[in-house]
């Protein structure tokens, strides 16, 4: 069974520019989450899909957005790109039909902001 | 707010030499602890789920326990392949962990 898929693995964007990352959920996943993983932070929530709506939202500003497809298949969007934007984002897909079912993650999108 | 610390940052290991990983949570509703495994350069791997207070799994070197303000993750006789950084997170509601910073462990020949 093939895994959660990110792509691009490796982005480098300038400042003020903005960004579509994409994610394919495992097969039969239905719920896909995005959290953003930097050195300082650490791993941190951003927003989780289900279905096409946004169940739950994490405290980033709305320069962060994302989308979900009838196929599962999910879009994250930086707008106004910032220097502390840089980061690794992580995609992660699970069945999501109780609220504890483990979550998977993708290999991520390097993420670089000069 | 909910709260995850994991403790020590760092541990250094001889191989066979067993140790323990600390992850302590202060949450509202715990809906579930998630032990993960992450390699440079690659995306968290999922270990073990625990719900609830007591609870114990094993997978090979590794054994999970939680108790209702912390979990331990034992690791007995680990290989230098078990080096690698191990996160701690706990379930609130749909999709959203609460991760703890990590413990990197590096496991010596």
């Known amino acids: 069974k093939a895994g959660v898929t990110q792509t691009p693995r490796y982005l480098i964007k300038t400042r003020g520019q903005q960004v579509t990352l994409s994610c394919s959920p495992i097969s039969g996943h239905r719920s896909v989450s995005w959290y953003q993983q930097t050195p300082g932070q650490g791993l941190q929530f951003l927003f989780e899909y289900f279905s096409e709506t946004q169940r739950n939202k994490g405290n980033f500003p709305g320069r962060f957005s994302g989308r979900q497809f009838s196929n599962s298949r999910s879009e994250m969007n930086v707008s106004t790109l910032e220097l502390g934007d840089s980061a690794l984002y992580l995609c992660?897909?699970?069945?999501?039909?109780?609220?504890?079912?483990?979550?998977?993650f993708g290999n991520g999108t390097r993420l670089t902001v000069t | 707010e909910d709260q995850v610390t994991q403790s020590p940052e760092a541990l250094r290991l001889q191989e066979g030499e067993s140790s323990s990983l600390n992850c302590s949570y202060t949450?509202?509703?715990?809906?579930?602890l998630f032990w993960y495994r992450q390699d440079p350069g690659k995306g968290p791997e999922f270990l073990f789920t625990l719900y609830s207070a007591g609870e114990e799994k094993e997978k090979e070197r590794l054994k999970a326990t939680l108790t209702k303000k912390e979990s331990f993750l034992h690791i007995t006789a680990p290989k230098p392949e078990d080096s690698a950084t191990y996160l701690c997170a706990v379930s609130t509601s749909y999709g959203k962990l609460t991760f703890g910073q990590g413990t990197i462990l590096t496991v010596h020949p």
């Open positions: 992660a897909s699970s069945l999501a039909f109780v609220e504890n079912s483990p979550l998977h």
């Open positions: 949450v509202s509703g715990l809906r579930g």
